[in-house]
């Protein structure tokens, strides 16, 4: 099973990126699966139903998401029904919505870190409580990890190891170079970058961050403009183990 994970898709540059290679990339390299984290499509900020349906029909099929899936409420419902759009697993029970979508024997997990973020629920513990008794018909496991520190990124890799398939980290919208398999047979980068912007910070607007961090004036950051980067981790995954044995690296730049 081929598989491609691809990082934080920011606006409208990115959802207009993603439709223009998917479509070539899913027939250069036989891919089976493709997931994308899709929590800033709407405008940089959340998800709404106009852009998820934009993501699907760029040839995603199962959406992550983090800590601004709720930006848009309108988006809610689509969260507690069968469509492949998901919300980090260690939620508190009483949120809404769903941490994982099984298809074609692939489980897609979202998970969100703690370090320097909200004091969510326990992702490591999270994970056990799943492995321990997973959907009937999974045949490997990949982790989507929204998260913010990078040790807490490699600790989840290393703790999952032979476990599932894969720990694929986003959030910070940068691509880490540390992309390997891990010893155990799983597939790891601590960020797997972004579909965004390239002259921007993280993808908003550069000259609108930089007024940030010399005012310290909050305030509605924009989207970055111009040519736009592609980031995505590629891996085979033997369904017959449930580990990984393949990982690349897939990057383009657009316009």
């Known amino acids: 099973m081929k598989v491609l994970a691809i990082g934080d898709v920011i606006g409208k540059s990115g959802r207009v990126a993603l439709s223009h290679l998917l479509p070539r990339l899913r027939q250069e390299h036989s891919i089976d699966l493709v997931v994308a984290n899709g929590e800033n499509i709407a405008g940089g900020l959340g998800v709404t139903i106009k852009t998820l349906a934009e993501l699907h029909a760029a040839g995603v099929d199962v959406v992550t998401s983090g800590n601004h899936i709720w930006h848009h409420r309108e988006i809610v419902p689509f969260l507690q029904d069968s469509r492949p759009l998901i919300r980090p697993l260690n939620y508190p029970p009483a949120a809404p919505g769903r941490g994982m979508h099984l298809i074609n024997g692939l489980l897609v997990v979202n998970l969100i870190g703690r370090t320097f973020m909200a ?83 993280i993808g908003d607007d550069a000259d609108m961050v930089l007024a940030r961090f010399l005012t310290m004036i909050p305030g509605r950051l924009s989207v970055g ?23 690349v690296r897939l990057r383009e730049e657009i316009g």
Do not use: N
Not at 142 to 152: G, N, P
């Open 225 to 247: 403009k111009g040519p736009v980067e592609f980031t995505g981790m590629l891996v085979t995954i033997d369904e017959a183990t449930g580990l990984s044995a393949d990982l």
């Open 119 to 201: 004091p969510y629920d326990c992702p490591f513990r999270a994970m056990d409580t799943l492995l321990s008794s997973l959907p009937e018909g999974t045949r490997a496991v990949l982790v989507d990890f929204h998260a913010e520190a990078t040790s807490e990124k490699v600790a989840l890799g290393h703790y999952l190891d032979g476990r599932v398939a894969a720990v694929f980290g986003t959030h910070t919208h940068v691509g880490t170079i540390d992309s390997r398999i891990l010893p155990g047979g799983t597939a790891y980068v601590t960020d797997i970058g972004m579909v965004g912007p390239i002259d921007s910070v």
